[in-house]
């Protein structure tokens, strides 16, 4: 009869690593999809976009159901751009991308409020085993939420205030 110390754990493909963390990477290059597939057809140069950056900062927090969920900044030399969404067991994705005004702070508050951001599309797909991207799908928010996002819930007075706010205490320490 084996003992404890002879037997090993099956491993059970449903149990997920669970918790919080970080991740950054100092420069790099994204590349994807930047229209849907109805736009590429009449463009098709449009088909992929290539953005490099200087540095990307990603806090996550894994889940028990294998769900992560990422929220992303990307530094680059003209512009910055955020990346909101998750990724599940299965390997599906969902993220809301768009421009970041505020992402200079690099601060994780900064990156989950939501504020002096200007969403452009969501993607959607699934990673396959060679980690490229299938079944890509590429929606551009609607002028209503575009215009929500800039007159309502990133008020430009309030956004003004927290990166004023933030701007002094950075100055105080």
């Given amino acids: ?14 149990n ?9 990477i100092e420069g790099g290059v994204v590349t994807g999809k930047a229209a849907p597939d109805y736009v590429t057809q009449l463009l098709p140069q449009l088909d992929f976009a290539r953005f490099e950056f200087q540095r990307m900062h990603d806090w996550f927090d894994k889940h028990a159901d294998g769900r992560v969920d990422h929220h992303m900044i990307f530094r680059g030399s003209t512009y910055h751009i955020y990346a909101d969404g998750y990724s599940t067991a299965d390997r599906r994705i969902h993220y809301e991308v768009g421009v970041d005004f505020l992402a200079s702070f690099d ?3 900064w990156a989950t409020s939501g504020q002096g951001r200007l969403p452009l599309f969501t ?10 991207l299938l079944n890509e799908r590429v929606r551009y ?5 575009l215009a929500n996002s800039v007159f309502v819930s990133n008020n430009l007075i309030e956004t003004s205030y927290l990166a004023l706010r933030e701007q002094l205490r950075r100055s105080s320490q």
Wanted: aromatic content about 4%; charged content about 25%.
């Fill in 141 to 145: 928010v609607p002028l209503w939420k």
């Fill in 123 to 132: 993607k959607d797909g699934r990673v396959g085993p060679d980690g490229k």
């Fill in 1 to 14: 009869m084996p003992t404890s110390a002879n037997r090993v754990p099956r491993l059970n493909p449903d």
């Fill in 16 to 24: 997920y690593a669970v918790g919080s963390g970080e991740l950054i």
């Fill in 107 to 109: 601060k994780q508050s």
